[in-house]
Nanobody, 116 residues
Framework: QVQLVESGGGLVQSGGSLTLSCAAA????????VGWYRQAPGQEREFVAR???????NYADFAKGRFTVTRDPTKWKGLLHLSNLKPEDTAVYLC??????????WGQGTQVTVSS
């Protein structure tokens, strides 16, 4: 079982930036598509961004121009760079790693809180 762990969340002022990280203990994420989702209290989980194995990406409309999904140079971690954050971006951000060979795995999430 792949255990994903997110980190990098926190409290930031409106307009600020954060970088979230997603790592799998003892395993590279180079062979996975790494997706990011978020869930605010009382709301459905929603898609944020995805980085495919070939490094192509896609983003939710609200994320375009503000969020960037990458891997670290070692490809052991997935990263989500958040900029120009708004209070409505407040949510738990979850990482998902998917592979046709290695399965579909989720992390527990990291809290991002944006104050106005």
């Amino acid at each position: 079982q792949v255990q994903l762990v997110e980190s990098g969340g926190g409290l930031v002022q409106s307009g600020g930036s954060l970088t979230l990280s997603c790592a799998a203990a003892g395993r590279t994420l180079a062979n996975y598509a790494v997706g990011w989702y978020r869930q605010a209290p009382g709301q459905e989980r929603e898609f944020v961004a995805r980085l495919y194995i070939d490094d192509t990406t896609n983003y939710a409309d609200f994320a375009k121009g503000r969020f960037t999904v990458t891997r670290d140079p070692t490809k052991w971690k997935g990263l989500l760079h958040l900029s120009n954050l708004k209070p409505e971006d407040t949510a738990v951000y979850l990482c998902r790693a998917r592979s046709s060979m290695w399965g579909d795995h989720w992390g527990q999430g990291t809290q991002v809180t944006v104050s106005s």
